[in-house]
């Protein structure tokens, strides 16, 4: 087993929380993050991200090279404030709405041997940012379910 990986996708940090957007190009990775850095959050890595087993939790920091920068479709490459790592959190993986299941069960993937929460967004939906928040929210209060009335 690594205790280090690269993998490619965009991560901010919301209190203190990295949440690891993944999707293919044109997914909508920068375009959320944008819309959450706006709304308070911290960009930790844009396009790729180091993470690193770190005890009972997976680090997150972006590669020297391109920290404190984030592609802006359209605009360019362009440098914003970010924190130097944070603890993964959540994973998010960027798909099409018709994808999205309407009552998915809690799932998890494996990342440097630690289970972190895993789940499915529409990037695009004028939801998105909020229900990212909702879930964070949701992890922080204690092991899922969080949701009831499933």
């Known amino acids: 087993m690594t205790d280090a990986l690269l993998v490619h996708g965009t991560v901010v ?3 203190g929380e990295a949440v690891l957007l993944r999707g293919p190009s044109g997914a909508g990775k920068s375009d959320l993050s944008l819309r959450l850095i ?7 890595a844009d396009d790729q991200a180091l993470l690193q087993r770190s005890g009972a939790q997976v680090m997150v ?6 920290a404190g920068m984030i592609e802006v479709r ?3 490459i362009v440098r914003v404030d970010a924190v130097a790592g944070a603890p993964l ?3 998010v993986d960027l798909v099409p709405s018709g ?3 309407r009552l998915p069960e809690p799932r998890f993937e494996a990342v ?3 289970a972190v929460p895993l789940i499915a967004l529409a990037a695009f939906e004028v939801a998105a940012a909020a229900k990212l928040r909702l ?3 949701a992890l922080a209060a204690g092991p899922l379910p969080a949701i009831i009335g499933r």
Do not use: S, T
């Open 74 to 76: 359209g605009v360019g």
């Open 61 to 66: 920091r972006a590669p020297e090279a391109i």
């Open 13 to 15: 940090a919301i209190d």
């Open 99 to 101: 994808e999205i299941e």
């Open 112 to 114: 440097l041997g630690v």
């Open 38 to 44: 706006d709304g308070g959050a911290d960009l930790v």
């Open 89 to 91: 959190a959540l994973i």
């Open 135 to 137: 879930i964070l929210r």
